[in-house]
Nanobody
């Protein structure tokens, strides 16, 4: 089981991108899904998260510009990013908390490979 990210790229300031993170393989269930980002030379930070019931939480820096959503049938999480600026330039990583088997209550963290987003004039 792995996560496959797509949708990164280079956009001018003010532009938009949509990131996708799809699960390849099957698990019993997925609870929290999230997007993180890591600017060059800086620590990884939480951008947005969505619970299994659909509750969302955003970093203050992206509120009102980014929207996280999920497709539970496909174990896929999306990040719609609008009004991008240079501070949003980073490698973006998705994470899904997955439970592999019905007989086990354990959840494990699955990470995507990362996708580069660059807002550049």
């Amino acid at each position: 089981v792995r996560l496959v990210e797509s949708g990164g790229g280079v956009v001018p300031p003010g532009g938009s991108l949509t990131l996708s993170c799809a699960m390849s393989g099957n698990v019993f269930s997925v609870r929290r899904m999230a997007w993180y980002r890591q600017p060059l030379g800086k620590a990884r930070e939480l951008v947005a998260e969505i619970s299994g019931s659909g509750n969302t939480n955003y970093a203050d820096s992206v509120k009102g510009r980014f929207t996280i959503s999920r497709d539970n049938a496909k174990n896929t999480v999306f990040l719609q990013m609008n009004r991008l600026n240079s501070d949003d330039t980073a490698v973006y990583y998705c994470k899904q908390e997955a439970r592999y088997y019905k007989c086990s209550a354990e959840y494990v963290d699955l990470w995507g490979q990362g996708t580069q987003v660059i807002a550049l004039s």
